[in-house]
């Protein structure tokens, strides 16, 4: 037992702590932090491009990584276009243009003209700073579900670092090229729209890029996962400066799977993938494929050109099965085609 007045001076100050705590927990955000998410919106802008179709947002997200309207996002089928544009943060728009598209890292360097002094992050600083750690708290920006347009601000997430591991993603049957360390974040960020947004601090210090929708390949569940800006800053600092040599991924012999497919010659940038030819008895001839369809998706991504068909299954195995979608006169048809051995190969 202790003593009264011990008993009463423990209750003073049980009352006091007590009313303290309602007084805590009504504080205002602090106001770096407000000031923090208007800053990043401000490097953060809306692209639109190529897309509208089945599976494939024509809008997606990019940050500012100069002041002269440097652009990093993810390298998708929406840059695919002659009609790039970019919406920035006060509402103006420009027509952009690809520099750099690095597949294997999965990002791409676009770039607007006639801007100065427009805010940006600094990557190589950015990059010498200590990786986020599980636990830390994030912000996530992003045009997701197309919320933002013009000067509308962009969507703001906040969550936790989760994890630091190893990407085992996939979209559909291909897997993710970029295979790297990234962030896992408990928001839900990886929408349609989000690639190319920024993961910040809370006081708005740049640490990853958001990703494309992918599936685990462990888990075969949704990923929300940012690449660290670290794995990306030697590809954004070499492409500025026109100095960039594309990564080369070692080819495998006898990997690739065998369909039988003969397209139109490929004499243009963006020869569009119809089939010329099937090889007979060949797996294509056994999925009721047909000359003169077009190939427009594979298991759900936009194929745009006859070299995009090759790239989309040149490391596919023996035995996978391919959705395809082909246009056949006015209609889209859904056609499964499964890989075969490349010892099956026929001259036609």
């Known amino acids: 037992m202790y003593p009264a007045r011990s008993r009463k001076a423990l209750t003073a100050l049980a009352v006091v702590l007590l009313a303290a705590l309602p007084a805590r927990a009504q504080e205002a955000p602090p106001k770096s932090f407000v000031e923090a998410v208007e800053q990043v919106n401000k490097k953060v802008v809306k692209l639109y491009g190529a897309g509208g179709f089945q599976g494939l947002a024509s809008y997606g997200t990019g940050v500012l990584v100069s002041p002269q309207g440097h652009i990093l996002t993810v390298n998708s089928p929406m840059l695919d276009t002659t009609n790039l544009r970019v919406h920035l943060s006060d509402g103006r728009r420009f027509q952009a243009k690809v520099i750099v598209a690095e597949p294997e890292l999965d990002v791409a360097l676009v770039k607007i003209d006639k801007v100065e002094d427009l805010p940006y992050f600094d990557v190589a600083r950015a990059a010498k700073a200590k990786p986020a750690q599980p636990g830390d708290w994030v912000l996530a920006f992003s045009n997701q579900f197309h919320i933002a347009t013009r000067d509308e601000p962009v969507s703001v997430q906040h969550g936790v670092v989760a994890a630091y591991s190893k990407l085992h993603g996939r979209r559909g049957v291909f897997k993710a090229p970029y295979t790297g360390e990234v962030y896992i974040v408990d928001a839900i960020t990886n929408n349609s729209g989000a690639a190319g947004g920024a993961v910040t601090t809370r006081k708005g210090e740049l640490l990853g890029l958001i990703g494309k929708e992918l599936r685990n390949d462990l888990t075969d569940t949704w990923i929300n996962y940012a690449m660290p800006i670290q794995a ?71 194929v745009a050109s006859v070299q995009a068909f090759h790239e989309m299954l040149k490391d596919l195995p023996p035995g996978t099965v391919v959705k395809l979608e082909v246009r056949r006169g006015d209609k889209l048809v859904p056609i499964e085609l499964t890989l075969g051995q490349p010892a099956a190969v026929k001259k036609p």
């Open 232 to 302: 990306l800053a030697d590809f954004v600092g070499k492409a500025m400066k026109g100095a960039y040599k594309p990564i080369v991924r070692e080819k495998k012999e006898g990997q690739q799977g065998y369909h039988g497919i003969v397209l139109v010659p490929n004499v243009v940038e963006r020869t569009p993938p119809f089939i010329e030819e099937l090889v007979p008895g060949s797996p294509a001839v056994k999925a009721k494929l047909r000359p003169d369809d077009l190939i427009v998706y594979i298991d759900g991504q936009q």
